[in-house]
T-cell receptor, first 111, second 115 residues
Framework: QKEVEQNSGPLSVPEGAIASLNCTYS??????FFWYRQYSGKSPELIMS????GDKEDGRFTAQLNKASQYVSLLIRDSQPSDSATYLC???????????FGAGTTVTVRA | SQTIHQWPATLVQPVGSPLSLECTVE??????LYWYRQAAGRGLQLLFY??????ISSEVPQNLSASRPQDRQFILSSKKLLLSDSGFYLC??????????????FGPGTRLTVT
């Protein structure tokens, strides 16, 4: 079993819709959760961090964490063509400085 | 604010040639530093990480090596490149945040093609 698993994708959504990305992790000791956005040919960019159960909102992005079920999700509201990218889920155990990354989900927003 | 530099941006090298990729971080002290590789269409693979000068941990045994000669400088090297070394090489840094956690920030990357 992979440490971090994401929707296989690709995910295609119309402009203005909500894109929903899911991520599950296997290590119950995980305490830190991150979402990165990676445009084609570019390096990953940190867009969200979440550490506590519940929702965290930042602009059009909402991260949701459920430690009991071992999943973390990212919602992109009012999706724009500029949101088309690969989204990487990353998880860290406790205060570990190493991250475990998922393989990523590619999102395409159709104009 | 912190800035991370990587060079070169792109590199084409023949099989068997040496490699040296450099990464420097500005605006922070004693960062943790990381080297990742991303093969085409694949996920991120952690190659090396360093928590201080001269301290290198290897995650994957291979023909690559890393060094940290200065606090904010991280170098990835190879004596003889293989075709399988082609990929997108990413340097990242982190420091301990308020929560005691480590958010990683990536450099622009070096795209290496071994021919």
């Amino acid at each position: 079993q992979k440490e971090v698993e994401q929707n296989s994708g690709p995910l295609s959504v119309p402009e203005g819709a909500i894109a929903s990305l899911n991520c599950t992790y296997s290590d119950r000791g995980s305490q830190s959760f991150f979402w990165y956005r990676q445009y084609s040919g570019k390096s990953p960019e940190l867009i969200m961090s979440i550490y506590s159960n519940g929702d965290k909102e930042d602009g059009r992005f909402t991260a949701q964490l459920n430690k009991a079920s071992q999943y973390v999700s990212l919602l992109i509201r009012d999706s724009q063509p500029s949101d088309s990218a690969t989204y990487l889920c990353a998880v860290a155990r406790g205060n570990d400085y190493k991250l475990s990354f998922g393989a990523g989900t590619t999102v395409t927003v159709r104009a | 604010s912190q800035t991370i530099h990587q060079w070169p941006a792109t590199l084409v090298q023949p099989v068997g040639s040496p490699l040296s990729l450099e990464c420097t971080v500005e605006g922070t002290s004693n960062p943790n530093l990381y080297w990742y590789r991303q093969a085409a269409g694949r996920g991120l693979q952690l190659l090396f990480y360093s928590v201080g000068i001269g301290q290198i941990s290897s995650e994957v045994p291979q023909n690559l090596s890393a060094s940290r000669p200065q606090d904010r400088q991280f170098i990835l090297s190879s004596k003889k490149l293989l075709l399988s070394d082609s990929g997108f090489y990413l340097c990242a840094w982190s420091v301990r945040g308020r929560r005691g956690t480590y958010e990683q920030y990536f450099g622009p990357g070096t795209r290496l093609t071994v021919t």
